[in-house]
């Protein structure tokens, strides 16, 4: 094999196939079946402030399952970060437990805290790079730490930087790079010891558009081949949308809502999801909302309709068989819908003319080809 993932292997010098392997995964599989990769269990955090306490997270349970990207979003406050920074206890629960593989970490001494972090890898939004040092003292810094010889030092630093796609760019200082090149020596640094775990904290946020793709894009191949699980906090819910499997919401400390990314973004629950959503919802046109009437004035005024997808069925928007079943003329003012995790979502708002039907009639033909249809009322013929 010639995979990214044997290459890892063999520098760390891990047994990649046979007997070794076999028993460690099945102890893995099984686990993961009764507890998941990473649980949070009543999971309670308080700190101390000027003004008294201060209840950063509270009740939560919570699942992560092995080798998935994991969203959280949240407005600021909400507790993210505090809930991030439990599971390699830079910050410890003041309740409840976490688990990793179902192992309660709560209790470990110091030499199994090292050992734990060393497990889980963490990327951060300003990357957190030593200035004086070159893109390779940065990235070996944690072998060093842990005591790991020079030779195999450099081989891992060669590895992970190519893993990167930043061979070229070990002599180089963190202020001859660009922001995503940063970030990539954040993400080579987070794995060098191979980590099962990657956690990241607002990874793409400080990153123009262009760059966050290609730093998601690494990331998703990362998650991938090496079958790492990512835990990811963002306030960009493209990022969510981009690459997460399932998405959790905090609010006020509390986790409100959680599920397949199509699943929350397709149908939001939680008023706090819906608000963190808004900005990716249509709005009715200024000109349009002027001229809204609720009946039919004139036989040929046209009524707007909104159509939402939200991933819960197999309707596609099958715009002219709308038009045919009911014998009138369908136009898309706006709106569009994408895929999700092999689902339909978005929404269309429709104008709808030339048709005798009574508006009832025509909502319910529109559910034939929506999962659910608003009528947001007539207005002039164009
Ligand atoms: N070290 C600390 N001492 C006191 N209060 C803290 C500390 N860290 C966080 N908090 C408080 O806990 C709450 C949750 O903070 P946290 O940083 O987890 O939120 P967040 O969701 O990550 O926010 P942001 O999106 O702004 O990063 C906030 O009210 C914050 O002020
Ligand atoms: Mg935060």
């Known amino acids: 094999m010639s995979s990214l993932t044997s290459e890892y292997r063999y520098f760390d010098d891990a047994p990649s196939q046979g007997a070794e392997a076999a028993a460690p995964a099945a102890r ?3 686990n993961d079946a009764l507890h998941g990769h990473l649980r949070f269990a009543g999971l309670g955090k308080r700190y101390d402030g000027a003004q008294g306490q201060v209840r950063a997270l509270q009740g939560i349970d919570l699942t992560v399952r092995r080798g998935e990207i994991f969203g959280i979003i949240g407005r600021s406050g909400a507790g993210k970060s505090s809930l991030l920074r439990t599971i390699n206890r830079l910050e410890r629960p003041s309740e409840g437990r976490v688990l990793i593989d179902g192992e ?56 992970v930087l190519r893993l990167v796609g930043l061979e070229g760019k070990r002599d180089a200082y963190p202020a001859q790079l660009s ?16 980590p099962e775990i990657l956690l990241c904290d607002e990874a793409t946020s400080a ?60 149908a939001p629950r939680h008023p706090a999801t819906r608000t963190l959503l808004a900005p990716l919802q249509q709005k009715l046109p ?41 014998g009138g003329r369908v136009t898309l003012l706006q709106g569009g819908v994408e895929r999700i995790q092999g689902r339909t979502l978005g929404q269309l708002l429709l104008a709808v003319a030339d048709t005798p039907l009574a508006t009832e009639a025509l909502r319910r033909q529109a559910l034939e080809v929506a999962d659910s249809v608003e009528v947001l009322g007539y207005v002039a013929a164009a």
């Open 179 to 194: 922001g995503g090149q940063k970030q990539r020596v954040g993400i080579a640094r987070a794995l060098v010891h191979d």
């Open 28 to 30: 893995a599989a099984s």
């Open 286 to 326: 200024e000109d349009l909302l002027g001229q809204l009437q609720d009946g039919r004035r004139q036989p040929n005024d046209r009524l707007l309709l909104e159509l939402r997808y939200t991933g819960a069925s197999e309707r596609e928007p099958d715009l002219a068989g709308f038009g045919m079943r009911f």
């Open 104 to 159: 309660d970490i709560g209790g470990y001494d110091t030499d199994r805290l090292v050992a734990l972090r060393r497990r889980i890898g963490m990327i951060f939004q300003h990357f957190n790079l030593l200035a004086a040092k070159t893109v390779g003292e940065n990235v070996e810094l944690p072998l060093r730490v842990a005591g790991v010889p020079r030779e195999r030092r450099q081989r891992k630093v060669e590895e």
């Open 207 to 266: 990153l123009d558009p262009e760059t966050t793709q290609s730093i998601l894009a690494l990331l998703r191949e990362i998650n991938r081949r090496l079958r790492l699980t990512v835990v990811l906090i963002t306030h960009e819910m493209e990022v969510i949308r981009e690459i997460c499997d399932r998405v959790a919401v905090l609010e006020r400390g509390e986790l409100v809502e959680q599920g397949p990314v199509w699943q929350v973004f397709g």
